[in-house]
């Protein structure tokens, strides 16, 4: 009856410090795989406050032309296209802001106007942002920073000559 005994202290032995190793590996797990859903809960979100605000900004062209605060005349058409683009840019960063963005990572690009007097009028532009690093930004993390809408927002006014 002795030697089961002894035989058994020594598994108890051998065993003493397992826990801690199988802790230390599912918990680096458990680490990596939270720090992952973050970083991926971070970009949605992002993704969809700069839906929504490219949303508002082709909201707000489309106001400015539609009530006549600049029309699509030809006559006018540069200024227009100028002082609509500065209006789609500020409400752009407006909603970058009171979604929680900092606002100096946002690009309008792909600009189009097309005032010629004709029912085909329309503004057009992609928008694209730039997201800072969450972790950091280390080499052996590759988080997800360049953020685009890719459809473009085209928005079609009526003519007025």
């Not at 949605?44 to 400015?64: P, V």
Request: aromatic share 6%; glycine share 8%.
């Amino acid at each position: 009856m002795n030697p089961p005994l002894a035989n058994t202290g020594m598994r108890r032995c051998r065993q003493q410090g397992t826990a801690a190793v199988e802790l230390a590996l599912i918990a680096t797990l458990m680490v990596v795989l939270l720090l992952g859903l973050l970083v991926w809960w971070r970009y949605f979100q992002a993704s969809q406050i700069l839906a929504k605000a490219a949303g508002d900004g082709a909201r707000a062209a489309h106001t400015l032309v539609i009530t006549g605060t600049l029309p699509c005349v030809v006559a006018n058409a540069q200024a227009n296209k100028a002082a609509i683009e500065a209006r789609v840019e500020n409400v752009i960063r407006e909603q970058l802001v009171h979604g929680g963005l900092p606002a100096s990572g946002f690009s309008l690009t792909d600009k189009a106007w097309a005032c010629s007097g004709t029912a085909a009028e329309r503004f057009s532009f992609n928008v694209s942002y730039r997201l800072p690093a969450l972790l950091g930004g280390s080499d052996w993390l590759a988080e997800p920073t360049t953020l685009s809408i890719r459809d473009r927002i085209v928005v079609h006014f009526p003519s007025r000559t």
